[in-house]
Structure formats: C-alpha cells, structure tokens
C-alpha cells in the first residue's frame, strides 16, 4: 500500500508538472515582459467571421465537466491502489451470476473464456457462483453444475421492441427464464471479457457491503497477446478515463452523470429487473448508456468496484471506428429520449455535445495558426488546461496498461511515445465517427471480432 501511495504521489506531481509545461509551452503562461501584439478582429475578419472564430474557440468549454472530473478523480484517489484486499469472507456473499451476452458467433472465444473464468473463480474460494451464457445461437457448452447456456428464441419480443443486447438481456429477466432471486448479483461480461484475482476480490467486497445496487470497474486492453498495437495505445485513453472520471462520479456523486460502460457491470438482480433493458429501439444501441441514465432516474445508487477486468481492444481500424460509430449513435439516442429527464442527463448531453461538435473543435488547431484571435487570457488557460489533462491520460493509460516492472524501462518509453503519437489517429478516427454516426442510420448494432483466430501450420 505504502509503495502504491508513493508512486500515485510521484503520479500527482508528473501530472500537475506537465499541465504546468504545458502552459509554458502553449504561450499561456509567458515569463517575457514582451507584450503580445493585439489587433482588432472585427476589422480583419468582419463581424461574421469574429464571431464565427470565437464560436468555434468556445466549443472547446464543453469538455470541461468532464475533464475536470479526470483531473479530480486522477488526483484525490490513488491511482495505483495495488492488491485488493477482501472485507469478508467469500462464503459470506450473496450468489453471484457471471453473465455472458453473445451473439453466438465466436463459440470457442466464449468456451475458452468461461473455463478461464470458471477457475479464477473456483481458485479465489468463490462457493455461490454460476456462469451463465446468453446466446442467439447454441454454443454447446460442456456439461458443469456452475454453467448455464440459454439460448434466446428467434421469436422472442420484449414488450417495447428492443432488440440486440438489450433483447438478449431482458429475455434473461423474463419470469419463466430467470432463476436468480431479488437478493443476488449479476456481473454483467462481454464475451471476450477475462476476470482477474483483482477483480474478483473488488466485486467480492461490493456484494458484501450491499450498500449500493450498481457498481463498475476498470476495464484494461494490453494483456496478453496485443493484436493491434494501434488501437490498443488509443484505448489507453479509456483506462484513464476509467481512473479519472468513472472513479469521480461514482465515489463523490455515486451517480453515473456521464454513463457507464457495459462490461464490469455489477447489478443487483432485484433492481436490474426494475430497471429493466426493455426500452424500445432508442435504448438498445446503447444499452448500457439509457440503462444507467434510467437507473439513475429511479434513484439508484453507484459505486466503483475495485481490481481491473481484462479485453481486448478492436483488431482492426475498420472495427474501431464501427465501434465509435456505435457509441455516438447511441448515446445520441439517449441524450434526445423523451423517457430520461433533462435534469438526469445533463452531463450526459453536455459531454455528447462536446463529442459530436469534434469535428468543428478539431478546426481550432489549423484556425489559431491561420486565423489567431485575441483571446481573455481565463481562456486561454482553460483551453490550455484541456488539452494537457487529454494528452495526459494517454501517459496515463500507458503507465497503466505497461508497468515497468513488465516491460523495461525502454519499451516503457517507447509505449508513451506510441501512445502520443496515437493522438493525431485518435482524432481523425473519432471525427470520421462522429460525422458517419450523426448522418448514418442511427439503429444499428455492428458486432467487433475479438476472437484471434491462431494460424494452422501443415
């Protein structure tokens, strides 16, 4: 615990560092009595083009909710918590249902999976545990008394009409399928998804304080075999994310004010079933989004699970931006649902906004060296400090994802310069995803290849 405390406080110290140089090297912060050279906008570019310069410049104080909640939930919590320790004894906890959604369409991935999860499970001392499947087509798997395979009906409807995740998953409240009292838990993987000793105990201590009826946790990509080094140093990004803001919001608010993700989801089943996935086509494209912002309308409450769950990330940039796509798809679809409360998704909307505006805020870049403005120097330190938080958790998910002590102090470096040198990918990929998914067709749900398919020598 003492070394995780001192390199979390070696952690504050590079971060609060590097947004400090960043300021310097931004011009926010000039040591230079020179005074910069100021002009009159509306004369050089006329009152349409001043105005529309410094729109675009403002959109950039839409990230702000969230960045600081990254800053916040970076700095005030350790971010190198170390070994989880149990609070009580697995015997004691409430029974535990590991569950798998899957389209069917990878049988061996999910095979392969559960009986990894199964051990990790069994060798933690887990005793009230099953491993369920949920699948549209049958995987046929082995024969145990802690796994249970159901298929879901092609005919099967739900009340409302949802369909892909959430039709799988509300099948599995239905009262003739359903075999999981009130009192239970359900933690909620996706197909590739692997546990961890970690993990367990974090979920192990959730369910025993019973406090809170949802939790997540943090979910990491460079495990194992890296398929797409690529994608995998973009995701870094998300494993900060999960550190930083996901941690905030549900320690200090235990709301989801931004969402959750939809894998390392631990539900109790009595809510979840009045919570419900049976929310019409808006809600299943991005079932775990409009699940938590109806929760969160119901008056439920969150906290974060300890220890990290591993995934991989998309093997190709294809499979990358389809998944992007999704996202902004969906969470469009929950920002404009007339069913969740403005009051409830405020957050919500504001951080979807500041995605969707991406491309008009990525213009900003080429504009302040072809077209600069005078600005307030409050602004220019908020949009200073923006940027050096993003570029930051990058380093961060680097630090993250490839320890030292596993790589080499080399490789490490390397890591950090290839996740930055991400960044410039992360954005194009991103605006090509934003401007596909608000002109596409909005209810769709593209299904990314996790299984590695092992080449056969002869």
């Given amino acids: 615990m003492l070394r995780g405390r001192v390199k979390h406080l070696l952690h504050c110290i590079s971060f ?23 002009f009159d906008p509306w004369k ?12 675009l410049r403002l959109l950039t104080l839409l990230t702000i909710p969230q960045v600081l909640c990254n800053f916040f939930g970076l700095i005030f919590f350790n971010a190198f918590p170390g070994k989880v320790k149990l609070k009580g004894s697995p015997l004691l906890a409430p029974f535990i249902c590991i569950r798998v959604v899957t389209r069917g369409d990878f049988p061996k991935l999910v095979r392969d999976n559960v009986t990894k999860n199964m051990n990790l499970c069994v060798d933690a001392g887990m005793e009230h545990f099953m491993i369920e499947v949920v699948t549209d087509k049958v995987i046929n798997l082995p024969k145990h008394t802690r796994v249970r395979e159901v298929v879901v009906p092609s005919e ?17 409240l239905e009262d003739n399928v359903n075999v999981l009292a009130d009192t239970d838990y359900i933690v909620h993987l996706d197909e590739e998804t692997l546990l961890t000793d970690n993990c367990i105990r974090g979920i192990l201590n959730f369910v025993l304080d019973g406090q809170y009826q949802f939790g997540q946790g943090l979910i990491t990509y460079a495990n194992e075999n890296i398929v797409n080094w690529m994608t995998t140093l973009a995701d870094s990004f998300r494993v900060a994310d999960d550190m930083g803001k996901l941690r905030f919001q549900f320690y200090m608010f235990h709301r989801p004010l931004f969402s959750w993700k939809g894998s390392y989801v631990v539900t109790q089943v009595g809510a979840e079933k009045k919570v419900s996935f049976d929310n019409g086509l808006d809600g299943s494209v991005a079932e775990d989004c409009y699940f938590a912002m109806k929760a969160y309308a119901q008056g439920y409450t969150f906290n974060f699970v300890e220890g990290e769950m591993w995934e991989k990330s998309p093997f190709t940039l294809w499979d990358f931006i389809q998944q992007r796509k999704r996202w902004i798809q969906g969470i469009l679809l929950v920002v404009h649902s007339k069913e969740i409360p403005i009051m409830h998704k405020i957050f919500l909307a504001i951080s979807c906004y500041s995605w969707v505006t991406l491309p008009l805020s990525t213009s900003n870049m080429f504009l302040a060296a072809v077209c600069p403005i005078p600005c307030p120097f409050v602004l220019d330190i908020v949009c200073c400090f923006i940027g050096a938080v993003n570029i930051y958790m990058y380093i961060f998910g680097v630090i993250k994802s490839f320890p030292v002590y596993r790589f080499g102090p080399l490789k490490f470096f390397l890591f950090i310069c290839g996740a930055l040198a991400t960044i410039p990918f992360n954005i194009i990929i ?11 067709k909005k209810h769709k749900f593209y299904i990314v290849n996790k299984e590695i398919k092992i080449p056969v020598t002869v």
């Fill in 430 to 440: 991103e605006n090509i995803a934003v401007i596909w998914g608000v002109l596409g």
């Fill in 156 to 172: 099967y409807k739900t009340k409302t009409g949802a369909l892909f995740k959430s039709r799988a998953l509300q099948y599995c």
């Fill in 16 to 38: 609060l560092s590097f947004i400090f140089l960043f300021f310097v090297f931004a011009g926010a912060i000039s040591f230079n009595d020179a005074e910069k050279s100021v």
């Fill in 44 to 55: 050089t570019y006329g009152i349409f083009g001043t105005v529309l310069l410094y729109l």
